[in-house]
Structures are given as C-alpha cells and as structure tokens.
C-alpha cells in the first residue's frame, strides 16, 4: 500500500531532524500529506517554543520539497498523546532518542507503545535522509502476513533493490542435543530446514515477475533477529522491513519478539509492519483509500506447486507430540492396573 498521509514524530534532537527529513523524502516521492507532531520525555521539561520550532521545520521542508505540511496542535509528553494523530497516518516516521530506565523495562519502549496502540507501520530513523532508499532487505517468516508484508516494503521504496531473508531457527536443534541424537542426524535436519526454506522462499519472490532482477532472496541459519542484522551489514541494505506478530505489553516484557530484538542491534532505519495493522481512521483517510487505484500483482499462472519436502520443523514437533501422547496413556494404563 502507498502511503497517502504520514506523520512525523521528533523530540528535537538530531535523531528527530533526520526522522523529519526522511518523512519529507516520502512524503515527496508519494505525494503524500505530511504532519509533524512533537514529543518530549515525561522526564524533562517541555522546549517552551516547541509549536514555534514545528512551525519552522514544516514551512522548511515545504519549500526545499515543494510540499505542505501542517503540525499537531501542541507537544506530546505521552504515547497515548499521538495515538489520535498516528491513527489518521498511512504511516508514522519515528525520530525519538532510545529510552532506558526502569520505566521503559516495564512499560516497555515509546515507538513500541505507538505501534501496539496505533496498530500503524512505524519507520524508525537512525541515520541521516541524504536521499530516498536505494536498498532494503525484507525479513519474512513465511506466515501468511509476509506476502503483505514485502508489498509493503516494495510500494514504500519503488527504485530501491530489495532483498528477502530468512533464518532457520536453531531452537529444534538444541532438543536434539539434549535427546543425544547424533551429529550427522542433526547436520541431515540442519539441511532439510535449509532445502524447505529455500523451496518457500522461491515460491514467495516467484509471485513478483515484474521485479525479479532486482528482488533477490536469502536464507541464513540462526537467531532471526541477529542474522537480519548481520545480512543487512553485509548487503549494505539501508532500511530493515520486518513484520510484527499482536502481542501484550506482559507478553513482550517475557517474550521479546523479534522485531523489538531488531530495534535494539540495527544501527540504520527500520520500518516494524504490525500484522495487525488497520487502515487509516478519518472521514478523509476513507476518501483517500477509495480513490486509491488497486494494486496489481503478476503471478505465475496455474496454482502455486507445493514444496517438494515436508517442514522437517513441523514434523519434529508432531513427532514430539505424538511420543507425549503415548507417555501419557501409558501413565494412565499404570496407573488403573495398580488400583
């Protein structure tokens, strides 16, 4: 989906500027609406001319792009304070200082806040908008909201080479150390996970024909968070797009996920789709969408062929589920003998 409207959030540091430097790129590129919104720390003390300085920074970006752009009535101290104005945007471009502290550990980070209540795509900036994005490397699981999710990325950034990546957990691999299961009988795993990866994954970048010399695709072996990471420094991709699963705070603060794991180690921009995500709210954003013409996607003809091998991963867990089944009714069976 091209964004129609975005929104730009700074807490004036140098952080923020490149956010709204990068937000007049897009705005430009898609002849979208732009709005800035500012933010300050409920720990420190509110920029007495933040209206002033919002002001300024939109009638500059207006003329350097040949744009207009307007600002949210007055500065935000909380989260909660820019879900009204996030859920008009198509997307949401985030320039804020990474928070610490006990607050952020329990209440867990602002930009991951936003992207829970707005149920918005967030673009993180951390490196400075010199230009629109030449390369971005998409991280997909293979779930049904990854197609979605590489379209969304494409459609943000139409000259840039795109790049899909993928990486084969390890988590199956430890259970079978500790069920001493031998090393050549984990390496034939290993490679079956490798083969199947490589099979969905082609089948996921054969849906864009159109794009196919510059869409190329990858699969790496480890912690997905890490390896994205690590693919992305050797690629030189300059935006990471990754999708997010719904989640609660309690279950994020036990359970990171592997877009925040993302956040935390990526040292350039990442934009977080949420799965969940919902379109923009308004009387206007409804206009907006209808007149938005559809997308068309070429795909191959005829049915999509299946993989040529099973998911060694899920045949491992219906195996393990099977042997604890039969556990149980034989403790069962003990059980009524004895009485």
Not at 188 to 212: E, G, P, V
């Amino acid at each position: 989906m091209i964004p129609r409207s975005i929104l730009a959030v700074t807490d004036f540091s140098s952080c923020g500027n490149h956010a709204l430097s990068r937000a007049a790129l897009l705005a430009a590129q898609h002849g979208a609406a732009l709005r800035l919104a500012g933010l300050a720390c409920p720990a420190d003390a509110s920029p007495e001319d933040a209206s002033t300085r919002l002001a300024h920074h939109a009638l500059q970006l207006g003329q350097r792009h040949g744009l207009r752009a307007s600002t949210a009535g007055r500065l935000g101290t909380r989260v909660e304070d820019l879900v009204p104005e996030a859920r008009h945007a198509d997307l949401v471009v985030w320039g804020s200082a990474p928070a610490g502290g006990l607050r952020s550990f329990f209440m867990g980070k602002p930009v991951e806040q936003l992207i829970r209540a707005a149920r918005r795509p967030v673009l993180v900036v951390r490196r400075e908008a010199a230009h629109d994005y030449r390369s971005l490397i998409v991280a997909v699981d293979f779930s049904r909201a990854s197609g979605a999710l590489v379209d969304f990325g494409l459609a943000l950034a139409p000259p840039a080479r795109a790049e899909l990546f993928h990486a084969v957990s390890t988590a199956n691999e430890g259970k079978l150390r500790y069920a001493e299961v031998s090393a050549r009988a984990i390496r034939a795993y290993r490679d079956a996970c490798r083969r199947h990866a490589q099979d969905r994954m082609l089948r996921l970048t054969d849906s864009y024909d159109a794009r196919r010399n510059r869409v190329r695709s990858a699969v790496g072996h480890g912690d997905p968070a890490r390896q994205t990471v690590v693919q992305q420094h050797h690629s030189g991709a300059e935006l990471i797009v990754v999708g997010r699963h719904p989640s609660s705070r309690w279950t994020d603060l036990f359970f990171e996920s592997t877009a925040s794991r993302i956040l935390d180690i990526a040292t350039t921009d990442v934009l977080v789709v949420p799965h969940d995500r919902e379109p923009a709210s308004g009387a206007h954003a409804v206009t907006r969408l209808a007149a938005e013409p559809l997308a068309v996607r070429r795909v191959r003809a005829g049915a999509p062929e299946p993989p040529s091998l099973p998911d060694p991963a899920a045949v491992f867990a219906r195996e393990q589920e099977s042997g604890r089944s039969a556990l149980l009714s034989f403790g069962w069976s003990a059980a009524a003998m004895g009485r």
